[in-house]
Every structure is written in C-alpha cells, then in structure tokens.
C-alpha cells in the first residue's frame, strides 16, 4: 500500500511589521486547498516572518506561489530594513520531504515551482541544497552573500545567471532562494548582554565556517550575532543543518561555555517555527536521563534548554509531529 506523500514549506518573508501584510500572505496559504497552516513566528526587529505549512507536494507548491505572489504585491524591497539577512521579498523558500516521497523525487517539485515563480512573477530564481547542481551557489550563505544591495552586481557575473526568471535584478521584489533541504532548527540563544560584538565572537568560534580560515566547533551549524530589541539583549542566531548530528542540546551548552569565557550570562534561548520531537526527547534526556515519560522528558527539554526564556512555550504549538496531529497529519 503506498503511502500518501506529504512535505512541509517554511518560507521566510521580508515582512515582520505590518500586521496586515502578513495576514494577507497567511490567508494565501491558508485558502489553498489541502494545505495546513501550522505556524507563524513574526520577528519584529529581523522584519522576517517564517510561516510553516504542510500537505501533499501539489497543494504545498500552489500554496506557495500564492503566498509568493501575494508578497511580491505587498512588500518592496526598497523600503525594507531589518537586522536579518535578506535578498527578496519570498526570501528563501524551502520544501522538505516529510513522509512518501524522498528529497530527490521532489526536486522535480522544486523546480516546476521555480519556473513558475520566475516567468509568471517576474521574480530571478536561485536553486539551492538538493535542488542546485551548481556548487559555488549551493549553499544560501553563498548566495546571500553581499545582500539585497549588492545583488543587482553580483548578477552581472556569468556565475550568477539565475536558475529561473529574468536574468535583471527586480528592485522592488528581490530575489527569491528556492530548493529542497533537509529538516533545519533555527535555534537562537540570549545573552544576557547588549554587546554585539560578544555575540559575533561566540558566532564565529562555533560555526562550520569559523573565522579567518579557523574551522568553527561544530559541523552543519550557521551562527551569527545580533541585538533584538523586542528582547533587550543579543542573540548568537544559528541554524542546525542536521540536528541528528548536531544537537540543539550541544549547540547550547557550548554556547553557555564560550559565554563564560567572556564574562557572560546565557539566559535562555528561542526557537523560529517547530522541531522535530526526537530533538525534544533527546535534549530532555540530556538535561535529565532518569526520565522516561514523553511529558516528563518534554519539559526538561524546555527548562534545559530555556526555550521559555523571553516568550511561553507551549508543546502542542511547537513540537512538529504534535503540531501536525492536530490537522490530522502524522509523519
């Protein structure tokens, strides 16, 4: 009996200020039929909003064409600032198989959604991950590189001739990063500090790249340093590329380590959207491995972790598969 596949997308916008905006584009998503919103993190000071949804391939990709199209009516790029990276106004889009369909088989998926994006939005489209064959631009640290105000130069070079639509760079909507990854955590942990610069120290010592040819401590880790306003301190942002591999618990405790080292507190920390269980469980065994029960295990995580250091944490909204089960849903 096959399986009915089912994959999840987690755009990120160039929108986290103006409410009406952002419910337009949610409304994109959510009236595409059998597409499940299943969360929404609004970043005020990043002006970012990273909406995650799910269903079957077809649905998902419609649903984010029209959540493209929606943003590129509603954002311009001229007028957008934040304290996160970007290059368009659907920054980056990622399709992640979850359960009946492997990475590479939705590829294809990828691909037709980019195609149509770029020649019926008039939006330059970049593959990335498992969908780029192209290994200088693989990666979206690369293809961010020099920002939104630099990119209109960057295209010029015969490396940069996007995957997908036109080949001139769109002012007023950017550039869109589209492809197919693998599960990511955006995991970002508070200091108790105002100091960018420790933020940015803690980054680099940590991170896959490291700093000036140093390699950082751990693999499949991206880390930067910035000050949230919102929150009143700084955070060393990272994204864990294979959390499997590299534990949010890890990750964590080294940070708390190198903030010592520069006579810093780490208060806590913060998830952007929804992780997975199995790096709940094993973060809960970590903190406590006398526990055994899920609920148990589930709340040492977060008090480990401080995940409910600047806002509540409430399992039901952020663990995937729980999130998930509440549509009806199950991988």
């Known amino acids: 009996m096959s399986v009915s596949p089912i994959i999840e997308c987690v755009p990120n916008f160039s929108e986290g200020r103006d409410l009406k905006i952002i419910e337009a584009i949610k409304h994109s998503i959510a009236n595409t039929d059998g597409v499940y919103l299943l969360h929404v993190d609004i970043g005020?000071?990043?002006?970012?909003?990273?909406?995650?949804?799910?269903?079957?391939?077809?649905?998902?990709?419609?649903?984010?064409?029209?959540?493209?199209?929606?943003?590129?009516?509603?954002?311009?790029?001229?007028?957008?600032?934040?304290?996160?990276?970007?290059l368009g106004v659907m920054d980056v889009c990622?399709?992640?198989?979850?359960?009946?369909?492997?990475?590479?088989?939705l590829v294809a998926f990828s691909d037709d959604l980019a195609r149509r994006i770029g020649e019926e939005l008039n939006i330059p489209i970049y593959l990335y991950e498992h969908s780029s064959i192209k290994t200088h631009r693989k990666r979206l640290e690369q293809i961010r590189k020099g920002g939104y105000e630099n990119f209109s130069d960057k295209m010029m070079d015969d490396g940069w001739v996007p995957d997908y639509g036109p080949n001139k760079f769109n002012y007023n909507t950017g550039v869109t990063v589209l492809g197919v990854r693998d599960l990511l955590l955006a995991f970002n942990i508070n200091l108790a500090s105002t100091d960018i610069s420790l933020a940015n120290h803690i980054a680099r010592k940590i991170r896959s790249s490291g700093y000036k040819g140093v390699p950082g401590m751990?693999?499949?880790?991206?880390?930067?340093?910035?000050?949230?306003?919102e929150f009143g301190c700084t955070q060393v942002s990272t994204n864990i590329t294979n959390f499997k591999e590299t534990t949010p618990h890890e990750v964590y405790e080294a940070i708390k380590s190198e903030a010592v080292k520069l006579g810093v507190k780490v208060t806590g920390s913060e998830l952007i959207g929804l992780i997975p269980s199995s790096a709940i469980?094993?973060?809960?065994?970590?903190?406590?491995?006398?526990?055994?029960?899920?609920?148990?295990?589930?709340?040492?995580?977060?008090?480990?972790?401080?995940?409910?250091?600047?806002?509540?944490?409430?399992?039901?909204?952020?663990?995937?598969?729980?999130?998930?089960?509440s549509h009806g849903l199950s991988i």
């Open 44 to 86: 005020y000071d990043a002006n970012r909003t990273v909406m995650t949804f799910a269903g079957p391939p077809e649905a998902v990709c419609e649903a984010a064409f029209n959540a493209c199209k929606t943003a590129s009516t509603q954002i311009d790029m001229t007028k957008q600032h934040g304290t996160h990276p970007r």
């Open 94 to 105: 990622p399709l992640v198989a979850l359960k009946g369909v492997t990475p590479q088989e």
């Open 218 to 229: 751990f693999n499949n880790l991206k880390a930067i340093g910035w000050f949230v306003e």
């Open 281 to 325: 469980v094993n973060a809960g065994k970590f903190y406590n491995s006398d526990l055994k029960e899920i609920d148990e295990l589930t709340r040492s995580a977060i008090a480990g972790l401080g995940l409910a250091d600047k806002e509540k944490f409430e399992p039901k909204e952020r663990i995937l598969e729980l999130v998930m089960k």
